[in-house]
């Protein structure tokens, strides 16, 4: 048997998968990621617990998979992107607390860039939730330390897996740094001046799907090669099969990402988004389209552990079902502010239309549909960017399991919803790509052919609740913008 081990690393836990070479999850592994908030609008990590979290969770993976772990022949990772880590080459200890994807303690920073030079070079937007603004910050407090070298979670997974043998990384991780020149595929000289970043700092950038490394035989029994790396939204894209021009997802986890393949034309987007780079049939660059929502499963996260009005996501789909609609409320999750089309560092959340007959139920719908209206208003642009209208969209995610929001999702897009059986594709995409690497599968074809689909057929658009969302977003705008 040959088998695959999957690392996905998220924001707020590790996922371990097990997948053999018939595309079945033979074995589960998860463990929670403690969030730190040291003040209002910062949030970290800390690598040493990324690390720890992320090795038990496949320790319990390869334990329930019940194979022999010699039948593990790749090791593929995943992981969130813009999350930035520095340590030290010498001693492999960080140097500080990750600086997390959420962050926004360099917004004034970004509001000094000049955002047609960023744009140009790395198809991004001046904004603290990219890497070289975190990584500037990082420098300056530690007074630009020796022997340092920086990376996203990939990077650092693959340093503690290998021992501080390898310092690689991806295009789909580099291409969020803004740092990399996308157009040329290189790290860029003129922005590595303008953030004050020594170029010894930087991973080697290597092909998404081939050789990273070697884990060392102490963690897992032997030496399994590391031959697949992509950031999370790239790796779900690949997972769900979405490998030429004209495929589209979105997964609903701590986030909402909305990516559109545009294979090998470099698309300028004119409303907000992002062009970055993601992985074809062959795990080689392709260009995409995102964009990307900052709060989506995150709210209801917020709800359960903030407010304590619900004990489990899970809850959430009765609840919505239980009231005909919000009962006028109406959430605007921007608690780090709002990401694409917007891109407003200063927004924050906000909930409109709250009277006396309010209930619990009210406030979890009014949180479901902010997740509708935040893709459509991304899948609205896209479109318009690309020139071309989707047949459907692939959903993955934790919050895709929620069929009330399914539903919801497509009749507020008016395209078919397409859910796979398996909605954990960000970490079957990191197999696929470390699989096809190590010939586990010979094609992407061959990789998804045992995947099966549920559908959502589009019914009709909720036009008044789209324009109160509107109303509500366009409030919190004005609300950012007075801040300013």
């Not at 520095?86 to 955002?115: F, K, M, Y």
């Not at 300056?140 to 503690?160: C, I, M, N, Y």
């Not at 208003?377 to 459907?392: K, P, R, S």
Request: hydrophobic share 45%; glycine share 10%.
């Amino acid at each position: 048997m040959k088998a695959v081990l999957a690392l996905d690393q998220g924001t707020t836990g590790s996922t371990a998968l097990v997948v053999d070479e018939e595309g079945r999850v033979l074995g589960r592994g998860y463990r929670e990621l403690p969030q730190h908030f040291p003040r209002p609008s910062w949030v970290e990590h800390e690598p040493e617990e990324i690390w720890r979290v992320t090795l038990e969770a496949a320790r319990q993976a390869l334990g329930t998979a019940r194979i022999s772990r010699k039948d593990i022949t790749a090791i593929g990772i995943t992981n969130q992107r813009e999350t930035t880590v520095l340590w030290d080459r010498n001693s492999g200890a960080a140097l500080h607390r990750a600086i997390v994807w959420q962050d926004r303690r360099t917004a004034e920073r970004c509001r000094q860039l000049d955002p047609a030079l960023i744009r140009e070079k790395t198809g991004l937007v001046p904004d603290p939730y990219f890497s070289a603004t975190k990584l500037e910050w990082l420098l300056k407090e530690l007074g630009r330390p020796q022997h340092a070298a920086f990376g996203t979670v990939d990077s650092w997974l693959v340093h503690k897996l290998t021992k501080g043998r390898a310092h690689v990384t991806d295009p789909s991780n580099a291409s969020r740094t803004m740092l990399y020149d996308i157009d040329a595929q290189a790290w860029d000289d003129e922005l590595l001046a303008l953030f004050g970043v020594p170029r010894d700092l930087l991973p080697e950038v290597r092909p998404s799907s081939g050789t990273f490394g070697l884990a060392d035989a102490e963690w897992f029994g032997h030496e399994i090669p590391i031959a697949g790396i992509a950031g999370d939204q790239q790796a779900a894209l690949f997972g769900q099969g979405c490998v030429a021009a004209g495929g589209a997802k979105n997964t609903y986890g701590t986030g909402a990402f909305l990516l559109l393949n545009t294979g090998a034309e470099r698309v300028r987007s004119a409303h907000g988004l992002l062009t970055t780079i993601g992985c074809d049939a062959h795990g080689k660059p392709a260009y995409v389209l995102e964009g990307s929502v900052f709060i989506a499963g995150a709210a209801v996260q917020w709800l359960r552990d903030g407010l304590g009005i619900i004990a489990s996501a899970k809850e959430t789909e009765a609840l919505a079902r239980s009231v005909p609609d919000t009962g006028g409320v109406v959430f605007v999750p921007a608690f780090v502010g709002l990401g694409a089309p917007h891109w407003e560092a200063e927004a924050r959340g906000a909930v409109f239309g709250l009277t006396r007959g309010t209930t619990k139920a009210h406030l979890v719908r009014a949180a479901l549909e902010a997740m509708a209206f935040s893709t459509k208003e991304v899948l609205d642009a896209m479109t318009a960017d690309a020139g071309l209208a989707l047949g459907d969209l692939r959903v993955d995610g934790g919050a895709a399991s929620n069929d009330w929001l399914m539903q919801f999702q497509a009749d507020v897009l008016g395209v078919l919803i397409r859910r796979p059986d398996v909605v954990e594709t960000t970490a079957l995409g990191a197999a696929g790509l470390a699989g096809l690497a190590t010939g586990v599968w010979a094609t992407v074809a061959q990789f998804v052919a045992a995947r099966r689909f549920a559908e959502f057929a589009p019914g009709s658009m909720p036009e008044e609740r789209w324009r109160e969302w509107q109303r509500g977003v366009r409030a919190t705008l004005d609300w950012a913008r007075d801040r300013v």
